[in-house]
């Protein structure tokens, strides 16, 4: 995670991760990006680490995505 955000230029606590699994979710916190779970193949009380999560990408939109980052202290 931390080579794709090498490669796009920008810092990863400005990345977010998309993923299905509580496993991604971990992954994405322990290089400071945020991430943003589907729900799918895990129910949704196993991906509580994650920032959001959402039942499929069409839920999401670009205030959900901007809360993310606005929550910052």
Do not use: K, Q, W
């Not at 499929?56 to 670009?62: G, N, P, Q």
């Amino acid at each position: 995670m931390l080579g794709v955000a090498l490669r796009v230029e920008r810092r990863p606590d400005h990345c977010v991760v998309f993923g299905s699994s509580p496993y991604s979710s971990t992954a994405a916190h322990e290089v400071d990006m945020r991430s943003v779970s589907i729900v799918g193949a895990y129910p949704s009380y196993e991906l509580l680490s994650a920032d959001t999560s959402s039942a499929s990408l069409d839920e999401l939109t670009a205030m959900n995505i901007r809360r993310l980052f606005g929550e910052r202290v």
